[in-house]
């Protein structure tokens, strides 16, 4: 089955960076668009940043545009997460998701904070 594992999360000032990780595994990876999700205490989860199957497109929300970087690297069936200038209201728990299945890993937190 669909396992994903997030990593690279925890406390960080305000402007600094994290690289986050997700290791996939128990489907094609190469063959699946990603996605990072992210939600914050009280709110709904959010779509941070999408990569095609190929790493040949990436979108981001309007939030992260120019701050937050997403990457693939299918020989290791891994996603990333490059966050930089990082600011309070990027706290959240991190997700990642293969687009098309519906399950979800355990997260990651982000804490933005000085």
């Known amino acids: 089955q669909v396992q994903l594992v997030e990593s690279g999360g925890g406390l960080v000032q305000p402007g600094g960076s994290l690289r986050l990780s997700c290791a996939a595994s128990?489907?094609?990876?190469?063959?699946?668009?990603m996605r990072w999700y992210r939600q914050a205490p009280g709110k709904e989860r959010e779509l941070v940043a999408h990569i095609t199957s190929a790493g040949g497109s990436t979108n981001y929300a309007d939030s992260v545009k120019g701050r937050f970087t997403i990457s693939r690297d299918n020989a290791k069936n891994m996603v990333y997460l490059q966050m930089n200038s990082l600011k309070p209201e990027d706290t959240a728990v991190y997700y990642c998701?293969?687009?098309?299945?519906?399950?979800w890993g355990q997260g990651t937190q982000v804490t933005v904070s000085s």
């Open positions: 128990g489907f094609t990876f190469s063959s699946y668009a």
């Open positions: 998701k293969a687009w098309g299945f519906s399950s």
